[in-house]
């Protein structure tokens, strides 16, 4: 098994790294591979719906977002760790979402686990953990879910190593990611992948 871990904060020790580490940890237990991307850093802008990605099956943007499409090609699962920025993810994250899941309409996301992250100092998780697993959602992703709603409290770098709920919440949402992946991996070898229709467009215009 092989996933797929991002990092929106702008911060690279912060409290959404110490939620996305509690998890590796466990994957590193139960022998899934994972390739970690750190972009809450770095300017990735929104996108602009020129269409390009439709031809060159990629980006026109040439920055993380091209990266992660190949990582996720390959990938079983992704995780995508974002801090609350007033009740949603933060600007990066979501541009950096947008334009991978666009970019990578050529890539089949069906049965490979989505699973969000959102670390907050207090309110907005809920409407951000929502609004992260839409784009699992839209793409036929199953999405791994714990014990909890996948959230880490803490505001000061360091934090939320304190919220001892949260970390085990991180932990069992680990274990139920690799179940989840390994369950689908047999599934698709006795019964293959649930049939695909050619899908409809509907548009009503005037």
Request: aromatic share 10%; net charge positive.
């Amino acid at each position: 098994m092989r996933v797929l871990m991002v990092n929106g904060s702008p911060h690279p020790q912060g409290n959404t790294f110490l939620a996305l580490e509690e998890m590796r940890k466990v994957f590193a237990k139960e022998g899934v591979e994972v390739d970690y991307l750190h972009i809450g850093n770095q300017n990735i802008r929104g996108c602009i719906a020129c269409g390009s990605c439709a031809k060159n099956q990629k980006c026109v943007f040439d920055d993380a977002v091209n990266k992660a499409a190949e990582l996720l090609a390959a990938a079983d699962g992704l995780v995508v760790g974002t801090p609350v920025y007033y009740a949603s993810a933060n600007a990066t994250v979501v541009a950096f979402l947008d334009r991978l899941f666009f970019s990578t309409a050529h890539i089949d996301k069906a049965m490979k686990v989505g699973a969000a992250v959102v670390v907050s100092r207090r309110g907005g998780s809920s409407s951000t953990f929502d609004e992260m697993n839409k784009y699992f959602s839209i793409c036929s992703m199953p999405i791994a879910t714990s014990q909890y709603w996948n959230m880490v409290y803490g505001r000061t770098p360091g934090e939320a190593a304190q919220d001892a709920e949260g970390m085990q919440t991180m932990r069992t949402l680990a274990r139920n990611m690799t179940f989840l992946m390994r369950s689908i991996a047999l599934g698709k070898e006795k019964y293959g992948l649930p049939e695909k229709e050619t899908w409809l467009p509907t548009h009503f215009i005037r």
